[in-house]
């Protein structure tokens, strides 16, 4: 069993930067990939991006070149450097982690204002 929780959403101005967390408590920080995805309010939920086990990292096209997914697998924790924020940047993000089981966090909310 896996509980993600996610942390550092936060209301920013345009062309500002935040750093989300995901922790997972577990007792085997094993995956295949873990990705984030984010909900705007009315619309469904968007993928952002993934990094596998191994380091790899892919990316939507709305994010590539301003966010940035890492992990340190001793603290158990990835997370999503967000540069160059946008207002379309808006919504809730979530952690999923996927290793054959799928388990998501409950989301942190990140707000970019004009």
């Known amino acids: 069993q896996v509980q993600l929780v996610e942390s550092g959403g936060d209301y920013v101005q345009a062309g500002g930067s935040l750093r989300l967390s995901c922790v997972a408590s577990t007792t085997r920080f094993s995956f295949t990939y873990m990705n984030w995805y984010r909900q705007a309010p009315g619309k469904e939920r968007e993928w952002v991006g993934r990094i596998s086990s191994g380091g790899r990292t892919n990316y939507g096209d709305a994010v590539k070149g301003r966010f940035t997914i890492s992990t340190d697998k001793g603290a158990k924790t990835m997370f999503l450097q967000m540069n160059s924020l946008k207002p379309e940047d808006t919504g809730v993000y979530y952690c999923?982690?996927?290793?054959?089981?799928?388990?998501w966090g409950q989301g942190t909310q990140v707000t970019v204002s004009s």
């Open positions: 999923m982690l996927d290793r054959g089981e799928v388990y």
